[in-house]
């Protein structure tokens, strides 16, 4: 969430355009979420948080990628690892 990363206060909460940890609770698909270890613009925390907030019976394994930050999830040899990922995910959307 966009305010949340900014900033740890509560209070700005409101002006948050990206409250994904609100809405996340509410969703009624299956949710995979991938995220960078070493992810500087949005700490790996939120997205741990955002796995947690996902119904139960929605989740699907996340993928915490060592080595990667925010925008190079699917660089050099890991795309292998993200398509066999994505291909899971996809597949568990049958069960």
């Known amino acids: 969430s966009g305010m949340r990363v900014l900033t740890p206060s509560?209070?700005?909460?409101?002006?948050?355009?990206?409250?994904?940890?609100?809405r996340i609770k509410k969703v009624k698909c299956p949710v995979f979420v991938i995220h960078?270890?070493?992810d500087q613009e949005v700490g790996i925390?939120?997205?741990?948080a955002?796995?947690?907030?996902?119904?139960?019976?929605?989740?699907?394994?996340?993928w915490w990628v060592r080595d990667k930050g925010h925008n190079d999830i699917c660089d050099g040899p890991?795309?292998?690892e993200y398509m066999q990922r994505m291909s899971k995910y996809v597949k568990s959307l049958d069960e």
Not at 12 to 19: Q, R, V, Y
Not at 51 to 61: G, N, Q, S
Request: with cysteine; hydrophobic share 40%; charged share 30%.
């Open 10 to 22: 509560r209070a700005m909460a409101c002006l948050d355009i990206f409250p994904n940890i609100d």
């Open 36 to 38: 960078g270890q070493k």
């Open 45 to 48: 925390e939120h997205g741990m």
């Open 50 to 62: 955002l796995h947690a907030a996902v119904p139960e019976d929605c989740k699907r394994d996340p």
């Open 78 to 80: 890991d795309i292998v």
